[in-house]
């Protein structure tokens, strides 16, 4: 998706504060050591969202962080209340589903619902919050997409002149990007008012060609993220 060229330096209303939703950056085992099932260690390796928390996270007025604090092999605080692996999914990678002693699968149901209270409670601290929603996504995906910039299509969805603001920023630093693509959409608590805006980037970008420790394009892709935050801000 693009938009039109004459929108694109448009003004738009500036937010009063962002909250980074930063939810896969851990992979170690929360309770249970699934880390030595080599199908659940793969799938840890390929999805975990590396140094997410040290790439996303700065510290300026107005902006504040939510992160969670388990693997999304445990616990995923982005799926939906219906999807049954937002809890142990792991157990669904090596076929043990549901063999988690109740207290254990309530203390992941527990965290589930924290994480997405801490961004309602972050959010309603300004009058126009907007959730940042941050992610990153193996290089392979899409290999000519450096940034995508996802978006519902509710009430949640900010401006085209917002969207086109930050994609220009990032164009401008060198990097290709795109809408909804690889993955689409952002997070937005049941009940929630505000905007919301995923920005996920390619692990090439900041991570060595391993894709998994802090690769030469750390510093700058964490110099125009701040830069993003300061256009958000208004400032």
């Not at 085992?29 to 928390?53: F, G, H, Y």
């Not at 692996?85 to 109740?102: A, Q, S």
Request: aromatic residues 8%.
């Amino acid at each position: 998706m693009c938009f039109q060229d004459q929108s694109r330096t448009a003004a738009f209303t500036p937010y009063t504060n962002l909250v980074l939703a930063i939810p896969h950056a851990v992979g170690h085992p929360a309770d249970v050591d699934w880390s030595k099932d080599a199908t659940a260690a793969a799938a840890r390796d390929r999805w975990t969202d590396w140094e997410t928390d040290r790439l996303f996270s700065v510290a300026m007025e107005g902006v504040a962080v939510v992160s969670c604090p388990m693997s999304r092999l445990d616990v995923d605080v982005e799926r939906l209340e219906a999807e049954t692996d937002r809890i142990c999914n792991f157990g669904h990678l090596v076929g043990t589903t549901h063999t988690l002693p109740p207290s254990q699968c309530n203390g992941r149901l527990a965290e589930w619902f924290r994480y997405r209270t801490e961004l309602m409670l972050a959010a309603a601290k300004g009058e126009r919050p907007l959730i940042l929603d941050c992610h990153s996504f193996p290089g392979d995906l899409a290999p000519d997409v450096d940034v995508c910039i996802g978006f519902n299509t509710d009430g949640t969805r900010p401006s085209d002149e917002a969207i086109n603001a930050v994609t220009e920023t990032f164009r401008a630093a060198g990097y290709e990007t795109a809408h909804n693509r690889p993955y689409g959409n952002a997070i937005a608590p049941f009940g929630y008012r505000g905007h919301s805006l995923m920005v996920e980037v390619s692990k090439r970008c900041y991570l060595d060609p391993e894709e998994r420790h802090i690769g030469t394009g750390f510093s700058k892709l964490r110099q125009t993220l701040a830069a993003v935050y300061g256009l958000l801000l208004g400032r």
